[in-house]
Nanobody, 116 residues
């Protein structure tokens, strides 16, 4: 069974940084383009960044220059370095395949709160 476990979230002040991690098991991690999604209450989950197994990245336009996605295929790990965080980045962050999230079930996500 696929298991996705996200971690690294927390409370941070505007302008601060966080690094999220996702470990995947039960699937061949290197077969997938992987991405980070985020969701706020009342809104659909949105894809914010994705990375192919060979290292090609793509970001939502609003995040370019602030977020960096990376991965370690041998360890089935996905990361999201988030810098210069803004209150509007507050959300629960999830990892999954991208641009279509086909891995099930979703992980529990990790809460990121940006507030002074």
């Amino acid at each position: 069974q696929v298991q996705l476990v996200e971690s690294g979230g927390g409370l941070v002040q505007p302008g601060g940084s966080l690094k999220l991690s996702c470990v995947a098991s039960g699937t061949i991690f290197g077969d997938y383009t992987m991405g980070w999604y985020r969701q706020v209450p009342g809104k659909e989950r949105e894809l914010v960044a994705r990375m192919t197994s060979s290292g090609i990245t793509n970001y939502a336009d609003s995040l370019k220059g602030r977020f960096t996605i990376s991965r370690e295929n041998a360890k089935s790990l996905l990361y999201l370095q988030m810098n210069n965080l803004k209150p509007e980045d507050t959300a629960v962050y999830y990892c999954n395949s991208a641009p279509v999230a086909i891995l099930r079930p979703w992980g529990r996500g990790t809460q990121v709160t940006v507030s002074s």
